[in-house]
């Protein structure tokens, strides 16, 4: 009579298979979700006013601060201080945009007409600008500067277009930041001529509103 013998082999329990089933799940869901949050993140825009009035709520009711400063917020208070004279004026305006802080002055207060030089008083005025960006600690802020005119042409030796002088305005206001102090690459200088007028240069009938170009005859400084 042969004896049987008896094969003792570890079987897994079908039931720990079954349980182990949730851990797939578990990895796909949390998968989806990192790939659904880089997406939300490649196409998103921060908003440096909105981050910073969100922060500054949270710190007033969190911990009971009602007087938050925020760096953005700084600075455009001092700009504000420093150019008073030149808003009232209206030479100037300064705002909180989506990116960042926007200095617009008018073309009359930094240049004679045609002309790409930096007169004394514009001087004072970008020396209060770099003074304020440089009061703030531990912030690199960047400056764009855009120089845009209006659609009178110009033709000289010097500037045979409104691309040369809206460029050229725009890059002697970065050399002259230069030198009170603020690191190139922390600068840009860009010139659009008359391609982003505020309004418009002439009215229905083609002529010339001469109280429009003055207002798109402007240097742009966007802090950020």
């Given at each position: 009579m042969g004896i049987r013998k008896h094969?003792?082999?570890?079987?897994?329990?079908?039931?720990?298979?079954?349980?182990?089933?949730?851990?797939?799940?578990?990895?796909?869901m949390v998968t989806l979700l990192m790939a659904f949050f880089l997406a939300m993140l490649s196409v998103s825009h921060v908003d440096p006013?909105?981050?910073?009035q969100m922060k500054k709520g949270l710190r007033s009711d969190i911990g009971k601060d009602k007087?938050?400063?925020?760096?953005?917020?700084?600075?455009?208070?001092?700009?504000d201080s420093l150019l008073a004279d030149?808003?009232?004026?209206?030479?100037?305006?300064?705002?909180?945009?989506?990116?960042?802080?926007?200095?617009?002055?008018?073309?009359?207060a930094i240049y004679d007409p045609g002309k790409a030089d930096i007169g004394p008083s514009a001087r004072a005025n970008m020396d209060k600008v770099a003074d304020a960006i440089q009061r703030i600690e531990y912030?690199?802020?960047?400056?764009?500067?855009?120089?845009h005119?209006?659609?009178i042409p110009i033709n000289?030796?010097?500037?045979?277009s409104n691309w040369e002088l809206s460029v050229s305005r725009a890059t002697n206001i970065v050399k002259y930041l230069i030198g009170k102090g603020i690191p190139s690459e922390r600068l840009k200088a860009?010139?659009?001529?008359?391609?982003?007028?505020?309004?418009?240069?002439?009215?229905?009938?083609?002529?010339?509103?001469?109280?429009?170009?003055?207002?798109?005859?402007?240097?742009?400084?966007?802090?950020?």
């Open positions: 094969h003792n082999r570890h079987r897994v329990p079908e039931h720990e298979g079954v349980e182990e089933d949730w851990l797939m799940s578990y990895a796909d006013v909105l981050f910073e007087d938050v400063k925020t760096p953005l917020g700084e600075i455009k208070h001092d700009l030149q808003r009232k004026r209206g030479e100037v305006n300064i705002d909180l945009g989506r990116d960042g802080i926007i200095v617009e002055f008018s073309s009359s912030y690199k802020f960047a400056v764009d500067i855009e120089g005119t209006d659609n000289t030796l010097q500037f045979p860009a010139g659009y001529a008359d391609t982003k007028p505020k309004v418009p240069n002439v009215d229905g009938d083609g002529k010339p509103i001469s109280s429009n170009q003055a207002k798109n005859r402007r240097i742009v400084l966007k802090i950020h």
